[in-house]
C-alpha cells in the first residue's frame, strides 16, 4: 500500500469546531425548513442526502478548492442532470445506470473544473432515488440540485464572513 | 572537444542545482498550518511538492533572460594549439585572463589553457609556489618548456557551455570542474565568448541585479 502515516492536516481549534458546527446548522436549518414549509405535501423534494456533504465542505473546509461557489453549484447541477439522463436512459439496468451516472459526474466535473465530491452523491440519489425523484424528471436538477446548494451558498456567503478567521468564497468563478 | 556539462535542465531538481532550496520537514508544514486558522484541505507531501515545484518557478522567473549569451566576455583572442607557450602568457596578460580558450581554424573549441595548466607546466602548482623557486633560482623558469606549443598542456576536454544556457545550467557547469572560466559556444559549434565565474555570481547575486 502506498502512503504514509505522515501528512495528515492537523486538527482545528476548539472555535473552529464551534464555527463550522453553527454554519452547517444554520445552513441544513435554512435547507430543512424550506423543504418543510414550501415542499411538504407536493410532488418535489428539496432535501436530498448530498447536501449534508455540502455542508461538510463549505462550513467545515471553507478554503477547500472544493468548496468553493463553482464547485458547490456547477457540481451538484452536472452531476444531477447526469444522473437524471441516466436513469432515464438506462434505468432497465439499474446497476449500470448508477456506475455511469457516477462516473460520468465525476469526468464532467473534472473537465468543468467543478469537482464537488457531494456531486457525485447528487448523481447516484437521480438514480436510486425514490419514486418521487424519479418522477420529477429533470425538474430535479433545479429543485433540490440547484436550489438547495444555492440555499446553502447563500447561508455559507453569510456565515462564514463573520468569524475573523474565516473567509468565502476563496474564488468566485 | 568539448563536452556539455552532464546534467540538462529536463532532469528533476534537486538540492545540487537549487541551492537556495530550504528542505520543508513535515514539523514545519503542520507548525506553519496551525497557524492557520480553519481545515487546510492539503497534506504536508501534497504542499512540499507544490512549495518546490512553485520554487523552481519562481527562480527560473528571476533569472530568466541572464544566459550565458548574455554574460560572457565576447573580446576574447583565443589561442591556437601551435602557438608556444611564450607567446601565449603575454596574451593572457594583454587580455586581463586567467583563462583562454584553445580553438582550431575554425574557431571549433579544442580545450581552454589557465594559468594553472601553465604553472603546473613550470613545476609549481600556484603562483606562489613558482615565486618561492625563483627567488631560490632565477634560471629555473628559462627551460626549453616555453616553446613547446599550447596544445600540449591546454586542459581537454572542456566543459563548455551554449549561448541560451540558463541559471541552472551554469550553476551546473561550473559546479562540475574547477575552472574559473568556461568557453559559451554559439549554435554553431565556434566559439562566441568566454563566461567569466565571477561575472556570473555577480550576475546572480540577488543583491547586484539592479542592471538586470
Known sequence: ?173 | MTQRPSRDSSDPPSAQDNPAEIDLTDDDILEAMHEIPGYLDITTMDFRAVYRLAHRHAIDRLFSGITAGRLMRREVSPLTPEIPLVEAIPSFVHQGLKSLPVVDGQRRVLGILTETDVLRWLGAETFLGLLARVIMDDSCIKSEQHHRPVGEFMTSPVVSVPLDAGLRELLAAFAGHPGRAMPVISADGRLAGLLLRKVFLSAYHPDRRSWV
Open chain 1, 1 to 173: 500500500m502506498r502512503g504514509s502515516l505522515h501528512g495528515s492536516p492537523p486538527r482545528v481549534s476548539r472555535p473552529e469546531v464551534l464555527w463550522s458546527w453553527m454554519g452547517a446548522f444554520l445552513g441544513m436549518a435554512a435547507v430543512a425548513w424550506i423543504n418543510q414549509w414550501f415542499f411538504a405535501g407536493t410532488d418535489l423534494t428539496f432535501t436530498i442526502g448530498s447536501l449534508g456533504a455540502s455542508a461538510v465542505l463549505v462550513f467545515g473546509a471553507v478554503r477547500s478548492p472544493l468548496a468553493q461557489p463553482r464547485n458547490l453549484i456547477g457540481g451538484h447541477v452536472i452531476s444531477a442532470l447526469v444522473g437524471v439522463t441516466c436513469w432515464q436512459w438506462l434505468g432497465g439496468e439499474p446497476w449500470l445506470a448508477q456506475s455511469v451516472a457516477v462516473a460520468t459526474a465525476i469526468a464532467l466535473m473534472h473537465l468543468t473544473r467543478t469537482l464537488h465530491p457531494p456531486g457525485g452523491a447528487t448523481a447516484l440519489i437521480a438514480v436510486i432515488g425514490s419514486d418521487q425523484v424519479h418522477a420529477m424528471g429533470y425538474l430535479f436538477v433545479l429543485f433540490p440540485a440547484t436550489l438547495g446548494p444555492l440555499v446553502l451558498l447563500v447561508a455559507a456567503l453569510l456565515f462564514n464572513n463573520l468569524p475573523a478567521a474565516r473567509r468565502y468564497p476563496e474564488f468566485w468563478l
